[in-house]
């Protein structure tokens, strides 16, 4: 079985973990994203830039079209142009 891995920065791995902070915190603040219902049936408040409604589509920032790809267990959403792999 081939492993493969990215060795990152100190750096880009305390930007990573920043930003990461930053939406987590926003979306628990928010109560969940859009089109879901809390506990007592409110509306959430957290909307989603890059799901499943937008795959495929083009990002408004960069012009560039959305990429999906599938993960063990889920899927993730983005730009191939705006967030380097």
């Given at each position: 079985m081939i492993k493969l891995y990215y060795v990152i920065s100190?750096?880009?791995s305390l930007k990573a973990y920043f930003f990461l902070f930053i939406i987590?915190?926003?979306a628990i603040e928010?109560?969940?994203s859009t089109g879901e219902l809390d506990l007592y049936g409110n509306p959430r408040k957290y909307i989603r830039?890059?799901?499943k409604e937008s795959?495929?589509?083009e990002y408004k920032r960069c012009g560039t079209r959305i990429i999906k790809?599938?993960?063990p267990g889920s899927s993730t959403y983005f730009s191939p142009a705006c967030q380097k792999i």
């Open positions: 100190r750096q880009v987590l915190h926003s928010l109560k969940g830039i890059m799901d795959a495929y589509k790809v599938n993960i």
